[in-house]
């Protein structure tokens, strides 16, 4: 299966604190809702990113809807809201969809 069609690992309010603040690779954390176009734009960008990056980079998807502990605790308002997440600390946050490039620019500095 080409990785655009490879679903991201999904978390929840439940295994966030497993899943990204324990976890020994930085975390891309793409907060996303079922409703939203800009999310569905975006999802086979992240899943090129993961599939390339399984050794330096992890990345997961949340569903706001579902799991509101954790969106209202990052202060989440705007879907899609990537956040970067090192050694269990927000250190980058962007809103909005964009290109592959672009997203990988803005992230250079902290991967």
Not at 61 to 81: E, R
Request: charged fraction near 20%.
């Amino acid at each position: 299966m080409p990785p655009s069609l490879t679903a991201l690992s999904q978390v929840t309010d439940d295994t966030f604190a497993e899943e990204v603040l324990a976890s020994p690779l930085p975390v891309l954390v793409d907060f996303t809702a079922a409703w939203c176009p800009p999310c569905r734009m975006i999802a086979p960008v992240l899943a090129d990113i993961a599939a390339e990056r399984p050794d330096s980079l992890k990345v997961v998807s949340i569903d706001v809807d579902a799991n509101p502990g954790t969106t209202a605790a990052y202060g989440v308002l705007s879907m899609p809201t990537l956040m970067l997440f090192k050694a269990g600390e927000p250190v980058k946050s962007l809103v909005g969809a964009r290109p592959k490039h672009r997203l990988l620019q803005e992230l250079a500095d902290e991967l």
